[in-house]
């Protein structure tokens, strides 16, 4: 029988605290590929205004072009103290600022932004659908939507794998077993392209685009899941 341990917000900042000292040494090649091909799928043009949720130690803001305005959220303060040394340490123009905020619950005004990218961390936050709810509220109508994250192997013995990992989901601070059909039907995630990326084809980068009147609709009167 397979035990699902709830990641809460709480054992999801202790989870950071620990790793957040590490996390660039061992995530920080590794994820690199995903991360730069979620970037680029975002087609940044000159004045956009972009949100990234999750933005973690900041590794993927020298990717974007100093054209454009980013906006980086997260959870742990411990993440973002490093996210914050690396904007002094180098020239990033394009970041306007970083903020300790809860993805579930952003404090943005509707349609705040341009386009919104979450790397990394659709498994990660107590609530996906939630998460989704706020990336939507938070972009301009027709705006981009991006979700690049782990979901769960099509492969017998891989799923197998994963769900011997999920009672210890608090402890790593993620959902091992992330199945990626549920996550599209609970959030009502529009795709338009989805790419894989980094080692064997483990993640998948989510293009989408925001439409209010679908989310409206697929929301209304939802619980959260």
Avoid at 59 to 75: A, F, R
Avoid at 85 to 105: F, G, H, S, Y
Avoid at 180 to 199: C, H, Y
Wanted: net charge positive.
């Amino acid at each position: 029988m397979q035990v699902h341990v709830p990641v809460t917000t709480e054992s999801l900042k202790k989870a950071y605290r620990r790793i957040s000292k590490f996390y660039d040494l061992v995530f920080g090649k590794i994820f690199h590929p995903g991360r730069e091909t979620a970037v680029q799928h975002l087609h940044c043009r000159p004045g956009d205004r972009i949100l990234e949720v999750g933005v973690g130690t900041g590794l993927s803001l020298e990717m974007y072009p100093s054209s454009v305005s980013v906006v980086g959220i997260d959870i742990s303060n411990d993440m973002l103290s490093y996210a914050r040394r690396r904007i002094k340490e180098e020239t990033l123009p394009q970041v306007e600022a970083l903020i300790q905020m809860d993805a579930q619950n952003m404090s943005f005004p509707d349609n705040s932004f341009d386009k919104v990218i979450a790397m990394y961390v659709a498994s990660v936050v107590p609530d996906p659908t939630q998460l989704v709810r706020e990336m939507k509220r938070v972009c301009k109508p027709e705006g981009t939507l991006i979700v690049l994250n782990h979901f769960q192997n099509e492969h017998r013995l891989v799923r197998r794998f994963e769900g011997l990992l999920q009672p210890f989901s608090k402890y790593i601070g993620f959902h091992p077993d992330f199945p990626l059909d549920q996550f599209l039907q609970r959030s009502a995630f529009q795709v338009i392209t989805k790419v894989p990326v980094n080692l064997l084809d483990y993640w998948t980068v989510l293009v989408g685009f925001n439409d209010k009147k679908i989310s409206a609709k697929h929301f209304t009167g939802q619980k959260s899941s």
